[in-house]
């Protein structure tokens, strides 16, 4: 009579031995579950950085303006570390080790820090701390994909750098595939238990519901087992759509900047109106050309150089307006550039004027391209709002050979006088200087 009356207590020690067995191995899940989010989160920051480091190292670095918190990389061999822009700014060169400097001095102190270690040591402000050259050091032996650690109450993680193809302009002494660092970045372990702690707070009142409600049914800690199996799903679908949503974003604006880079980079060689290089370009290469020169004796290092003008422009402008005359140089350009050899360069001197640099041309040679330039222009048709206005160009041209060697600014001065000449003499003409 008593066993049969008193029956029903005999689960409870079985019940709450199956609810403390359920109890434990949901907290080791939920351990695991926190541990692994912190170590997507260390991943997610490391392919972030790794992408953007990518999109540098295959653009051959890029150029930001030259600050006092963006100096010119000290470290950095190249031959154009700064340029200045059309519109005056000072750009200095930004490789993928410079950019990601910068981003570790921005997130330094903060709760997300990433820092970029070497192994072979180039800036001393890429020194590894101690946790880092262990962490390098079994990468490295192991070749594993990444190692992860609770250091300090910092979760660390750090994943290895291995030479590409595209790092070996700056990485002189690798092999494509050889070690070369890695990339380190932590965070408060409190910032991943503040995701993990409710969790757990509710596993602690759904397993008490439970104990008590397992004395009549065990239907709740089913129940209870369930909702924290939804719950972690729940917060990994948010976690992967807040990813993939920062990750399209992100693709975005590398997008947009490698669009605006390449503008950059066009406008700084090219005249906006024409698409002809601009003056700051050609004369830098008619120098170029110049120097090297001096060195070359054979008649390949000829220079010509022809000043072309469009004959009565301002009448142009004057008659149908500077729309007018905008599309009239646009055309000039098109049609010259048409007649050149490849190697030829035509850039916007100012104005109506253009310089052209022929290289390895005699005067005959030379004479004979700048009257065929001249020709087409003289018999083409330029249309413009249903109009067509035709148009002349009048050439002067200069020379600098290897044994009667002229300065660029002497050869401009020459070339501008045959120009000159040759409107005098009526326009429409090509005229060689003479002494």
Request: proline share 3%; charged share 25%; with cysteine.
């Amino acid at each position: 009579m008593i066993h049969s009356r008193w029956s029903f207590l005999i689960p409870i020690p079985l019940w709450a031995g199956v609810i403390g067995i359920i109890f434990f191995f949901n907290m080791l899940t939920l351990n695991d579950a926190s541990y692994e989010m912190a170590r997507q989160r260390g991943e997610v920051a490391f392919n972030l950085v790794q992408t953007m480091r990518h999109w540098n190292s295959l653009h051959g670095g890029v150029y930001a303006p030259l600050t006092q918190e963006t100096p010119e990389n000290p470290y950095l061999e190249t031959s154009e570390i700064t340029i200045t822009s059309p519109e005056g700014v000072m750009l200095t060169k930004i490789n993928p080790a410079y950019m990601t400097r910068q981003i570790s001095n921005i997130l330094a102190g903060s709760n997300l820090e990433v820092r970029l270690t070497s192994d072979r040591l180039i800036n001393p402000d890429n020194e590894a701390d101690d946790w880092e050259t262990e962490a390098m050091e079994i990468v490295k032996q192991t070749r594993q994909a990444e190692f992860v650690q609770i250091d300090n109450e910092r979760f660390r993680y750090l994943a290895p750098l291995y030479v590409e193809p595209s790092c070996q302009e700056c990485h002189t002494g690798y092999q494509v595939g050889d070690f070369r660092g890695a990339l380190s970045v932590s965070f408060p372990v409190e910032d991943v238990m503040v995701m993990t702690n409710e969790l757990h707070h509710q596993s602690r009142i759904t397993h008490m519901i439970a104990f008590i409600a397992l004395t009549l049914t065990g239907i709740l800690s089913i129940y209870g087992l369930r909702r924290i199996t939804i719950t972690l799903h729940q917060e990994r679908s948010k976690r992967e759509e807040i990813i993939v949503e920062r990750t399209a974003s992100l693709n975005q604006e590398i997008e947009s900047r490698r669009a605006s880079q390449k503008q950059l980079n066009y406008l700084a060689h090219h005249d906006e109106l024409t698409r002809a290089k601009n003056r700051r370009w050609i004369l830098k290469h008619l120098e170029k050309l110049l120097a090297l020169q001096k060195t070359d004796p054979s008649s390949e290092s000829n220079i010509a150089l022809l000043m072309l003008d469009i004959d009565n422009f301002k009448k142009i402008n004057d008659q149908y307006g500077h729309d007018a005359g905008d599309n009239v140089l646009q055309h000039f350009v098109k049609v010259i550039q048409k007649e050149l050899r490849q190697n030829d360069h035509l850039g916007r001197y100012g104005g109506e004027e253009f310089i052209i640099i022929l290289r390895g041309a005699s005067k005959e040679k030379s004479f004979e391209i700048a009257e065929r330039l001249r020709q087409a222009v003289m018999f083409e048709d330029f249309r413009f709002d249903n109009l067509t206005i035709s148009i002349s160009t009048s050439i002067g041209i200069s020379f600098s050979t290897a044994a009667h060697p002229v300065n660029s600014s002497e050869l401009i001065s020459r070339s501008d006088q045959a120009l000159y000449q040759a409107k005098r003499d009526g326009r429409n003409q090509t005229n060689l200087w003479h002494t």
